[in-house]
């Protein structure tokens, strides 16, 4: 076992070693260290047949460095049987800080997720536990927008190997061009991460231009008791002539009255029906129909906790229903190049088997008298900062050169006699015949409400007009 001969704070090496021996003789697990991380199993004794599938892995984050297998897989035990348990390692022989535990079942990971995600590892210590995910696929940018799939999928299966798929989507305003960018999936990680590596540079071209390459966030996994419950479809590859009152038409053609409300945007769409049984019906009858001469790509709308932040409000349309707790995320609609994750924010990740950079920890510190202060730009700061829209708005308005926002605030009564407001936002830089200024369908009763709302929708319409961002402010936001 390299390694773990290693001093650690608290005790020796030999103290470390000889709890490490001790374990692996209770379990008959073996141990390994390779390449900065020390396997534990992999597979455990006894086991037959291939490894677990994907989703029996979990990622565990903020581990006291000086803690290590011997107290760490006690504890993951609880949640059931471990296939793998993976520590990162330090030189020194500490540990990074982090791990990943795969387990035999994904109920067992997801409960794992469930019981020790913020569990109490040591006194005032908290972990954090999360689905970790193989990431087989690319995010290729720059692609000439006339190219069509089979021609992306050719070149790349010449320039790389091991691809399986490409996923391109047409634009918006032009169904004969692609958006600028696709998906590419690979047979595994380590053909995904080969690619990477030789496309990376940033000097490799396609077709004479300059790509741009990074990790697509893996798709978020839902548990299958949530999806079971779902009763809504995303309908997406629309045309932006089409209704809402002829997609509910079409959607009701097989069965009429079995669709409840339909939400459309630029070119998809969410369909609430009444029942999940007729929805999952509509969704195998009108998948890859035609609605006003339009190919249609039809699937169940993934939930997403409303409670997150407002990029994950952002991930769909919010449903009218206040009542509502969840709203619907379809990750593939996302535009790297722009804002919008599907359609929200864009989300460019590292891929897993790296911890995900977290969010800014929103939280207060002590001013001491005599601490030293250095004046800043807000936009010397980097995105993860800004916890609003406005804030996001404005700063990326500034990485791109353009003068400020303008808001314009209106007001009206509401039917219960109440005052409420809505703000229209114009960005001169990008003003034009076809959207001179942005303004949300909804009112808001206070006035910081009605300008983050504003700024929300200003932030998912630049993601379908306009492909202006530059990667390096979009690698934080792909996620499905």
């Not at 954090?128 to 069509?148: H, M, Q, T, W, Y």
């Amino acid at each position: 076992m390299d390694g773990t001969n290693e001093c650690s704070k608290g005790r020796t090496g030999t103290q470390n070693e000889a709890a490490l021996l001790a374990l692996m003789e209770k379990t008959g697990y073996n141990m390994v260290q390779e390449n900065g991380q020390r396997k534990f199993g992999g597979p455990p004794p006894g086991w037959e047949g291939p490894p677990p599938p994907r989703g029996c892995e979990v990622f565990v984050g903020k581990i006291p460095r000086d803690m290590y297998e011997d107290e760490l897989v006690p504890v993951f035990e609880r949640a059931g049987k471990i296939y793998e348990f993976r520590l990162m390692m330090e030189f020194s022989g500490e540990n990074r800080g982090y791990a990943f535990v795969m387990y035999t079942t994904k109920e067992e990971a997801q409960l794992a997720i469930r019981i020790l995600n913020n569990y109490e590892i040591r006194q005032g210590k908290f972990i954090g536990v999360c689905v970790s995910l193989d990431n087989c696929r690319l995010f290729i940018g720059a692609i000439p927008k006339e190219k069509k799939k089979e021609e992306i999928l050719e070149e790349m299966k010449r320039v790389t190997e091991g691809v399986v798929d490409v996923i391109v989507y047409p634009s918006a305003t032009d169904k004969t061009k692609n958006r600028g960018f696709a998906f590419v999936e690979y047979e595994s990680h380590r053909a995904a991460a080969m690619a990477r590596r030789k496309l990376i540079p940033g000097t490799f071209q396609l077709w004479g231009h300059t790509i741009q390459v990074d990790w697509a966030d893996p798709e978020k996994e839902v548990d299958e008791e949530t999806m079971q419950r779902v009763k809504v479809l995303y309908v997406r590859n629309l045309m932006i002539s089409t209704t809402e009152e002829t997609i509910k038409a079409e959607f009701n053609r097989h069965k009429p009255g079995t669709v409840e409300r339909v939400k459309k945007l630029r070119d998809y769409a969410f369909v609430h029906f009444f029942n999940r049984e007729d929805a999952v019906v509509a969704m195998s009858v009108m998948n890859g129909k035609c609605i006003d001469g339009a190919s249609i790509e039809v699937t169940l709308a993934k939930p997403v906790n409303k409670e997150n932040t407002w990029r994950q409000h952002l991930n769909g349309q919010i449903s009218p229903s206040p009542e509502n707790l969840v709203v619907y995320a379809n990750k593939e609609e996302s535009h790297p190049k722009t804002l919008g994750k599907s359609p929200a924010l864009p989300a460019l990740l590292n891929a897993q088997h790296s911890p995900s950079p977290p969010e800014i920890e929103r939280c207060t510190y002590p001013f001491f008298p005599g601490t030293k202060l250095t004046p800043i730009s807000m936009y010397s700061l980097k995105s993860n900062h800004f916890n609003s829209a406005v804030m996001h708005l404005d700063y990326y308005c500034n990485k791109n050169n353009w003068s400020p926002p303008e808001y314009y605030l209106y007001s009206t009564t509401s039917p219960d006699g109440k005052v409420v407001l809505v703000y229209k936002i114009v960005i001169p830089a990008i003003t034009n015949g076809s959207q001179s200024y942005f303004m949300p369908d909804k009112l808001c009763s206070t006035l910081e409400d009605a300008k983050e709302l504003a700024a929300q929708f200003t932030l998912l319409h630049l993601d379908r007009e306009h492909n202006l961002f530059s990667l390096d402010l979009c690698r934080r936001i792909w996620r499905q």
